[in-house]
């Protein structure tokens, strides 16, 4: 680490969900950091970048004026654009570049005890039940997330997104949607799912195969069907003979997993015995997160925290206390006439239809808004988005689309939200797009009755969740 801390950092976009715990864990350790993002100079969200100049980090316009010297080290993302003002600059003076990727693994791979979490949906939940039970086990990790971890925001922390421990262990979630998962060196490896996402399928095989066959121990879904088949191609590589398997799931016969008969699900919480296969021993789960999703969540965190040397019973009592993170099936709260508003990361067809899967398992119309996250993913992933919307929600509920992220850019924009309501429509659901958010809101607000759940889904705009307040705010 004392090679991190000798030259001054900037970053490029601070205030992304990637980049703000990097900044976090190297001023954490005592670097010099500062940098800029156009939601600031936008006004968005005003309060994280005053919570950062309160950490002694300082932010510029994104002008280019921050970088002032040869010696600063700028972290953009791959998506940065060279005519960025930082990037013109950055040549000028002929400051070295790391991608966010390449600066979290080299982190990550200097630690001594290394747990990565890949896989398309649930990282950032099983990371942040990871990180909790390393830390309940005394283990003083470092935690890396690209969420706001409950059990450590407060009042002087609002963004906790990361947690700078002083132990071996750093626990990380790990992204495959730029490739960039080949970078890290994990002891133990979780995958929790593959599915279309940013790229083919065939491609994300080659990624979590080289991926798993890196660690010691992975851990995999065991009710996932492209985890069962990376298991088997892992038995045909040479380099994989001795990665150790552990396997969690509902179903099958698991080495971790639930009895099914003890699964009590409520609005706002699921509870069920958790089998440890190898030995026989039962362990009652509770936790404070609805959906069984989680359930299969806090299964591969318990796996992964047992391949790290954590007893799976002191792993099930450590998630008793588990918050949860921001923007993960968040309540927001209940108008007087019992309207429910929440806010969700969902973006993606498995995190979308995890969410919507939880909400009808109880009673009431379910009314979603969606605001896809930008038109690239959108034109990947369009068909198998609208299906999951179609096919999971029912004839009295509504979807509401409005215009994707876009912030700038040259991105192809021919592909929108007009595209994906009409082949929700095909597929025999309900729903209707408007382009303006502002109008969203006021469709929001008319269409929604006594007993609704309203929920509002999506990523890459942190404005998302004062929206959902927004919302909550105008109802009956």
Not at 116 to 135: C, E, L, N, P, Q
Not at 450 to 471: C, E, H, P, W
Request: with cysteine.
């Amino acid at each position: 680490m004392d090679d991190l801390t000798t030259h001054p950092w900037f970053f490029c976009g601070i205030g992304g969900s990637g980049m703000l715990p990097l900044a976090l864990i190297l001023k954490g350790h005592g670097a010099e950091v500062a940098g800029s993002d156009r939601s600031r100079d936008q006004g968005r969200t005003p309060e994280k970048f005053a919570w950062l100049e309160s950490l002694g980090i300082t932010l510029f316009p994104q002008d280019g004026s921050g970088l002032v010297s040869a010696n600063q080290i700028l972290v953009a993302s791959a998506a940065i654009e060279d005519t960025v003002p930082e990037m013109i600059r950055a040549r000028e003076l002929g400051c070295a570049r790391m991608s966010r990727a390449e600066l979290l693994s080299r982190l990550f791979n200097a630690a001594p005890a290394r747990i990565a979490v890949g896989g398309t949906s649930g990282k950032s939940t099983v990371t942040g039940m990871i990180g909790w039970i390393m830390d309940c086990a005394g283990r003083d990790p470092t935690i890396m997330n690209g969420a706001v971890m409950k059990n450590y925001a407060a009042p002087d922390a609002p963004f906790a997104s990361a947690r700078v421990g002083q132990g071996e262990v750093f626990v990380s979630e790990v992204d495959e949607s730029d490739g960039s998962i080949a970078l890290y060196r994990p002891q133990v490896a979780v995958v929790n799912n593959i599915s279309l996402d940013h790229k083919s399928l065939e491609e994300l095989r080659d990624l979590f195969d080289d991926f798993a066959a890196k660690a010691k121990v992975v851990v995999l879904n065991d009710d996932d069907r492209e985890c069962y088949d990376l298991q088997l191609r892992l038995a045909l590589r040479d380099d994989a003979a001795d990665v150790q398997i552990l396997t969690f799931g509902l179903g099958h016969s698991p080495d971790l997993t639930c009895d099914e008969d003890s699964i009590s699900e409520s609005p706002v919480g699921i509870a069920a015995d958790v089998i440890d296969t190898r030995d026989g021993t039962r362990h009652a789960l509770r936790l404070s997160l609805p959906g069984r999703h989680n359930l299969s969540n806090a299964l591969a965190a318990i796996a992964a925290a047992s391949a790290a040397g954590v007893p799976v019973s002191a792993a099930v009592a450590a998630l008793r206390s588990f918050a949860g993170l921001a923007r993960r099936f968040e309540i927001v709260g209940t108008s007087p006439s019992g309207i429910t508003v929440i806010d969700d990361f969902g973006h993606n067809p498995e995190k979308c239809a995890a969410t919507l899967r939880t909400l009808k398992a109880h009673p009431g119309r379910v009314v979603a808004f969606f605001q896809p996250h930008g038109y690239g993913p959108l034109k990947q992933m369009g068909h198998e988005l609208a299906e999951v919307f179609a096919r999971l929600l029912g004839p009295d509920d509504r979807t509401i689309l409005c215009d994707p992220v876009y912030f700038g850019g040259t991105t192809d924009r021919s592909v929108g939200s007009e595209r994906i309501v009409d082949l929700i429509r095909e597929h025999g659901g309900t729903a209707d797009y408007v382009s303006n958010r502002a109008d969203c809101e006021e469709r929001l607000v008319k269409l929604a009755r006594a007993g609704d759940r309203i929920v509002i889904m999506g990523a890459r705009d942190d404005t998302l969740s004062q929206f959902a307040r927004s919302v909550l705010a105008r109802l009956p």
